[in-house]
């Protein structure tokens, strides 16, 4: 069935460094997929998205990757900032007569250390 | 400013009452969702509006009703046939149903005792 993962439900990283959040889709019928950052209770905030003509797309300071191959998704972000801890949402479209409708994943929650 | 409105931010309620959750857009967009997410969770749908005056159910519609009479307003009631009804509520638009970024409001934290 459909199905979005994250591989790493938690990431640590220094302050500096870049960050990678991966994410795993079942669905290979898919055709697109978007990332949210959500701060601890706040709503969802739009990061990036990508089509799956593309197999990647850049933004300030955040780049999406899509292998459609493995049906792998991946956010990276550069030089990351104390203001980056949160927790990330990747989601996919719906398939079939759901379509237009995004399926999310659990979350990955990104720790920026100082 | 251009965005999505949702309030209360917290609203208490005792078991077996309804309530009404607002969600209210001025970005003039056809679309409009309510999820539900649980601590540790992802975004479950409970129904979705691709225009106004039609609503569909989502994935975990049972115990939830919505209306969309306006464009802008799409409110969603939790009834007491909710089992489990605290959670945090959230509302998104989008430009149109379908494969489009959707923009989401604060929230509402619903606790039922």
């Known amino acids: 069935g459909e199905s979005v993962g994250l591989h790493l439900p938690t990431l640590s990283v220094q302050e500096g460094d870049n960050s990678i959040i991966n994410c795993a889709y079942s669905?290979?019928?898919?055709?697109?997929f978007i990332w949210y950052k959500q701060e601890s209770g706040k709503g969802p905030q739009f990061i990036i998205d990508?089509?799956?003509?593309?197999d990647k797309r850049q933004g300030q300071r955040v780049t999406v990757l899509l292998n459609k191959t493995v049906k792998h998704l991946s956010l990276q972000i550069a030089a990351t900032q104390p203001g980056d801890s949160a927790v990330y949402f990747c989601?996919?479209?719906?398939?079939?007569?759901?379509?237009?409708?995004?399926?999310f994943g659990k979350g990955t929650k990104l720790s920026v250390k100082p | 400013d251009g965005g999505i409105t949702q309030s209360p931010k917290y609203l208490f309620r005792k078991e077996g009452q309804n309530v009404t959750l607002s969600c209210e857009q001025n970005?003039?967009?056809?679309?409009m969702y309510w999820y539900r997410q649980d601590p540790g969770q992802g975004l479950r749908l409970i129904y979705y509006?691709?225009?106004?005056?039609?609503?569909q159910k989502g994935d975990i519609a049972e115990g939830y009703s919505v209306s969309r009479e306006k464009k802008e307003s799409f409110p969603l009631t939790v009834t007491s046939a909710q089992k489990n009804p605290t959670a945090f509520y959230l509302c998104?638009?989008?430009?149109?149903?379908?494969?489009?970024?959707?923009?989401f409001g604060p929230g509402t934290r619903l606790t039922v005792t």
């Open positions: 990508i089509r799956s003509n593309m």
């Open positions: 509006s691709q225009i106004v005056n039609d609503f």
């Open positions: 970005l003039n967009h056809d679309a």
């Open positions: 989601a996919e479209s719906g398939a079939g007569g759901s379509q237009g409708n995004l399926i």
């Open positions: 998104a638009s989008s430009q149109r149903w379908g494969n489009y970024e959707q923009y």
């Open positions: 669905n290979s019928a898919s055709d697109y």
